[in-house]
């Protein structure tokens, strides 16, 4: 099971309002929430903890308050017991939130607006190392190339567990199919072969990426991208990336980038569900 959730950030008081806001959340959780400086950070920081909750609840039937969480020494949010193998992942940038939900193996999720800011996108581009810097300044759209690998060394790193602590360089994200890449990684390089990234648009201003462990989701075990809108969002009518190949060598060129049939959001397809009442 792999279940992706987005949430348009302008949607967080309407989903708060359905499930209860603040009062869902624990201490310790409101207590994180009154420390953020700014209404947009404290805005998204409920809209991803209420997600989660209404992601876990669909995928197990449990109520919304059941969940609890406990932070790893990366400070990433891990469900509090056993329960089944259940994994979650949440990220959020300016407009979006994005939850991913497994069992029995890692997830990582990342979502960022597209293109990065030129100075955020010259900060990013140096954290790179040389091979990955060539494959950026040889690609024919290098603030697109540049967001889409960052997207997806960031949904890997998630996914491993450590985030950015682990460190940027000497990853690869190898195309095999639309929309989906191996990864390999220099400092594992077996354990980072049996990863997959999958890249996604949810939208005409964000790029998300979704990593998990081999075996890729097939037909019968889709990525369901679950659009938790509760109106009608115009994402929902967004056209999917520019073809591209990133990294660009010729030698691993296969084909275009573009959405999987299964990454397209929608209130129809496979793995939809209702908004909270």
Known sequence: MTELWTLPEDQVSELARRMGGLGLLSAEERARHGRLRTPGARRRFLGGRLLCR???SAATGLPPDTWRFVRTRYGRPEL?????GLRFNVSHTEGLIACVVTRGRACGVDVERAPFAPGTARLLRDR????????????PDRPAALTELWVL???????????????????RFTPCGPGRFTVYDGR???PGSRWHAHLLRPGPAHLLAVAVPAPAPHPNDPLHPTAHRLPPHPADSAPPPAPRLF???????????RPHPYDAPSHTGPGHRPPPR
């Open 54 to 56: 209404r992601a876990l």
């Open 153 to 171: 060394t960031e949904a890997y790193l998630k996914g491993l567990g450590t985030g950015l602590a682990y460190g940027v360089r000497g990853l």
């Open 247 to 257: 990294p660009p060598p010729a030698a691993r060129a296969t084909g275009p980038i």
């Open 188 to 190: 594992r390089p077996a």
């Open 128 to 139: 790179f190392d040389a091979a990955q810097r060539a494959a950026l300044d040889a690609a």
């Open 80 to 84: 509090e017991g056993d329960h089944g």
